[in-house]
Structure formats: structure tokens, C-alpha cells
């Protein structure tokens, strides 16, 4: 896949320095290799791009306490047991996140990692590390919240920290590991975390920050109708308006969820090429809504797919999310309107233009980088499927990636992670997300003492 939707039965790739080299078909001799990489019988596609998520999460997956409420009440659960987070915790739970994404067929992945506790460490560089270690492009976020319960906000005050901290932080980071070059393995984002977490003064001075150091912005926004209270309560207006006001109506920026805009905020995200993330198994499961993609293509947004949190999706696996795309679009619009390319395209190539990465990652040109994923086609969960193989990869399955390669190297070969150091961090993943958890089970704490009902207003509004 590429600019022109190409596709080339029999192909080949050749990958040189990590960048795509050349091209061919069955007629086109391929050029001498150090190794060839078999893919017969399989779908080669370009690597798929993951706009959103928040892996530390996968230390309180499916954490039963937090089921089944909306969106303000499974935050107030989960935040305190977040506020335990440390560098350790944070390099473990990325070095798994990421592997489990690789064996999904992705090669780029964003996170948004917002929580910050006192005392925590430089918990974006511990990610930064694990990526490193394993060989996946990297997109980390800057993420923060300033705006505790006291402030009228929703989290508690372990996990805030003061604007000027934050932005002096942001700042040393892109310095430190942001890569602005063709093919860089390292970009960073400055990414506040949504209206109901920080003031409207550190999302403008966010935004100018970024404009300073040419670096992306990225945010929640319009995920859930209680954000619509809020910011009509607290700020006057909705929250795409309240958006705009702070100065992120840019091609600069990229949002996750985007569950609840209008037909003339649809419109508005298109005029300034706004990208979304679309998280179809977290707003499911969240109980969110269903966001309106085929409008917000239509409009010219860019929209990729992102997993979203390991507490919300609680699975990473962009082919899933992928298909669950395809699923919904077909649900919302007719079987027509969402098809196995467009899935494909909206997970490869409009992950990119979130990114601002159009051309350089999610294709399959020269040039571009050399991610690629091969995907099985054979099998019983296959038998029978002959007459398109992207519509089969989509429509059959379950599936996962045969091999993944990241930058011409593989990180998962025949089904299985290349990096040794797997066993060993399972079970010191099993050991810490046991020890997050246990200490809130065992004191009773479920994030009630934090609850939404505590923040809202007589009319039952938030605050």
C-alpha cells in the first residue's frame, strides 16, 4: 500500500539501511540479499501504526473494581492505584506493551503516559529505554495533568504536578530524545491530558511550547458526554470549542476518541487537519459511543487507530482493532461503507498523517521506512478463503503477525518475540501489577472516596 493503493500479488520488498530500497512483482527480478524472509502463502503489509494508548495500564488490566461504570467513575478507581507508578513499573509494562503490539502487527506506536507521581522517576526515558531494547518506532507523549480534585479536576493531587514543572520537563525531554529526522525510532509529543485534568493556561502554553520546539500535540478529546458537561459547566462552552480557544485547532495536533463532535465540529477538525484516534474496543467497552468516522474522512481528518489503555481495551492488538473498525464503520453506515482496505488504510497510512509521518511510515514505498508485517493465510481459520486476501485477513482470523520488522529487523519471527528477555519480565510484570494491586485490595480502597458523584453539582453535572 502506498500514495496509489497499490497492490502487487507475488511481490517482493527489499529493505537497505532500514528504508524501503525497491519494489517488485513476480516478473521483476528482486536484488541480492543478505536474507530473504519467506512470505508465501501470506499478506504482506506495511507495519501498522498504534495513535493511542496508555500502556502502563496493562499493570491494572481488566481490574474488576473498575467495570462497569462510566468514564469519570473507572478513572477515579483506577488513578490512585496509578499514583503508584515508578520507573521500574514503567519499563516493565512498556517492554511487555510493546512486545505484545509487535506480535499484533504493529511497528510504530504512540503512548500517552499522563500519570506522574511524586518521587516516580523519569518514567518517559524508562519507556524510551524499553523501546530501544526491543526495536519498536517509538512515539512517546509528553503527557500531564495539573488540575487535582481540589481544583475542581478529576484526579487525585499524588498524581498532578505544577504547570511550570511541566513544561520544563517537556521541554528537557524533546532535547533529550525527540529525532525529527527521516526514519527516527524516537519522536516525542507534548500531550496535556484532557479539559477535566489541566487549565486552559498549560494547554496554550502547551500548544506554544510545540510550536517552539516543531514538535506534535496530542490530547482526549470528545471521548464521553459527561467531557460536554464539564466543559459547558466550567468553561462556558463545548469541548471542541474550548479546544480551539487554547490554540489547538492545528494540523499540529492529533486527539484520541473524538466520540461526540457535531456535524460543524466535524467540519472544523477537517479545516484544520486535526487528526483522531479511533478506539473502537475501548469506546465499546467504556460504553462511549461510536465515534463518527466515515464524517470525519470525508472531512479530510486524518484518523488512525489506536488500542487505547490496557484498562479500558484491555487487549493490544491493532489487527483487532482494526477489524472491530470495519465492524462498526459497517454497523453505523450500511455493509458498504467500511471495507477491509479502508481498515487497512486507516491503520497504516492514516495513522501516518496523525503522526505527520504521511509518506515516511504506514506505506510500502521506496523510501519509506522498511516496516513491514507478514500475515498467515493459511489454516483451518482460513480454508476456503481464495478470492481476496485482504478481505480475508480481515473478515477470517483470529490473526496474528507471522513476522513483524521494524526498520529491516525482525522483532517477531514465525509467531514469536526475537528479544530474549521476555519470561524474565513477565514474571516481574506479574509481581509488580500483583503488588499495585494488592495493596488497594487488601486497605479496601476502590477509588470511592473519589468519586464522581463527589464532584458534581446539585443538577448532577460535574463541577
Same mark, same amino acid.
Not at 77 to 81: E, F, N
Not at 157 to 185: C, K, N, T, W, Y
Not at 341 to 362: K, P, Q, S, Y
Given at each position: 500500500m502506498d500514495a496509489d493503493r497499490r497492490e502487487i500479488r507475488g511481490g517482493w520488498v527489499a529493505v537497505t539501511d532500514g528504508l524501503v530500497s525497491a519494489l517488485g512483482g513476480p516478473g521483476d527480478p528482486p536484488p541480492p540479499a543478505v536474507r530473504v524472509l519467506p512470505a508465501s502463502g501470506g499478506l504482506v503489509t506495511p507495519g501498522l501504526v498504534n495513535t493511542h494508548h496508555h500502556i502502563y495500564q496493562n499493570l491494572t488490566r481488566a481490574y474488576a473494581p473498575a467495570l462497569?461504570?462510566?468514564l469519570f467513575t473507572w478513572l477515579s478507581?483506577?488513578?490512585?492505584?496509578w499514583s503508584r507508578l515508578d520507573e521500574e513499573a514503567v519499563h516493565v509494562s512498556a517492554y511487555v506493551g510493546l512486545t505484545e503490539l509487535a506480535l499484533g502487527g504493529c511497528t510504530t506506536s504512540t503512548d500517552h503516559l499522563y500519570v506522574h507521581p511524586r518521587g516516580g522517576g523519569d518514567l518517559i526515558s524508562a519507556e524510551i529505554a524499553a523501546a530501544r531494547e526491543l526495536g519498536m518506532r517509538f512515539h512517546p507523549t509528553r503527557g500531564s495533568m495539573s488540575r487535582s480534585v481540589k481544583d475542581g479536576g478529576l484526579p487525585p493531587?499524588?498524581?498532578?504536578?505544577?504547570?511550570?514543572?511541566?513544561?520544563?520537563?517537556?521541554?528537557?525531554?524533546?532535547?533529550?530524545?525527540?529525532?525529527?529526522?527521516?526514519?527516527?525510532?524516537v519522536r516525542l509529543a507534548l500531550a496535556?491530558?484532557?479539559?477535566?485534568?489541566v487549565s486552559p493556561r498549560l494547554m496554550r502554553a502547551t500548544a506554544e511550547l510545540a510550536e517552539c520546539l516543531d514538535v506534535r500535540l496530542h490530547t482526549h478529546l470528545a471521548e464521553d458526554p459527561q467531557e460536554?458537561?464539564?466543559?459547558?459547566?466550567?468553561?462556558?462552552?463545548?469541548?471542541?470549542?474550548?479546544?480551539?480557544?487554547?490554540?489547538?485547532?492545528?494540523?499540529? %495536533?492529533?486527539? *484520541?476518541?473524538?466520540?461526540?463532535?457535531?456535524?460543524?465540529?466535524?467540519?472544523?477538525?477537517?479545516?484544520?487537519?486535526?487528526?483522531? %484516534?479511533?478506539?473502537?474496543?475501548?469506546?465499546?467497552?467504556?460504553g462511549g459511543g461510536l465515534a463518527p468516522v466515515a464524517e470525519l474522512r470525508a472531512a479530510g481528518v486524518p484518523v488512525g487507530l489506536g488500542c487505547d489503555g490496557s484498562s479500558s481495551a484491555d487487549a493490544a492488538s491493532l489487527w483487532l482493532e482494526a477489524r472491530t473498525a470495519m465492524l462498526l464503520g459497517r454497523l453505523r453506515?450500511?455493509?458498504?461503507?467500511?471495507?477491509?482496505?479502508?481498515?487497512?488504510?486507516? %491503520?497504516?497510512?492514516?495513522?501516518?498523517?496523525?503522526?505527520?509521518?504521511?509518506?515516511?511510515?504506514?506505506?510500502?514505498?521506496?523510501?519509506?521506512?522498511?516496516?513491514l508485517v507478514v500475515w498467515p493465510l493459511d489454516g483451518v481459520a482460513f480454508a476456503g478463503a481464495l478470492s481476496d486476501p485482504i478481505?480475508?485477513?480481515?473478515?477470517?482470523?483470529?490473526?496474528?503477525?507471522?513476522?513483524?520488522?521494524? *526498520?529491516g529487523k525482525l522483532l517477531v519471527e514465525d509467531g514469536v518475540p526475537v528479544h530474549p528477555g521476555l519470561s524474565e519480565m513477565l514474571v516481574r510484570h506479574r509481581q509488580l501489577a500483583a503488588g499495585i494491586q494488592r495493596a488497594f485490595d487488601d486497605a479496601g480502597i476502590t477509588g470511592a472516596g473519589i468519586s464522581a458523584t463527589a464532584r458534581t453539582d446539585p443538577a448532577g453535572g460535574p463541577r
Open positions: 462497569g461504570g462510566t478507581t483506577l488513578y490512585p492505584l493531587d499524588s498524581v498532578v504536578q505544577d504547570e511550570d514543572e511541566i513544561l520544563a520537563e517537556s521541554e528537557r525531554l524533546v532535547a533529550r530524545h525527540h529525532d525529527p529526522s527521516h526514519g527516527a525510532m496535556p491530558c484532557s479539559p477535566f485534568s460536554d458537561e464539564y466543559c459547558l459547566a466550567t468553561f462556558g462552552r463545548r469541548p471542541i470549542d474550548q479546544f480551539a480557544e487554547v490554540g489547538w485547532g492545528s494540523d499540529r %495536533a492529533w486527539v *484520541a476518541h473524538c466520540i461526540c463532535p457535531d456535524p460543524e465540529e466535524v467540519t472544523r477538525l477537517g479545516t484544520w487537519g486535526t487528526g483522531v %484516534a479511533h478506539c473502537p474496543s475501548s469506546n465499546m467497552i467504556l453506515h450500511g455493509s458498504a461503507a467500511m471495507s477491509a482496505r479502508d481498515a487497512l488504510e486507516i %491503520a497504516t497510512r492514516g495513522g501516518a498523517g496523525c503522526l505527520g509521518r504521511v509518506g515516511e511510515i504506514g506505506e510500502l514505498s521506496v523510501g519509506a521506512v522498511g516496516d478481505d480475508a485477513w480481515l473478515r477470517c482470523g483470529p490473526v496474528a503477525a507471522r513476522h513483524t520488522v521494524v *526498520a
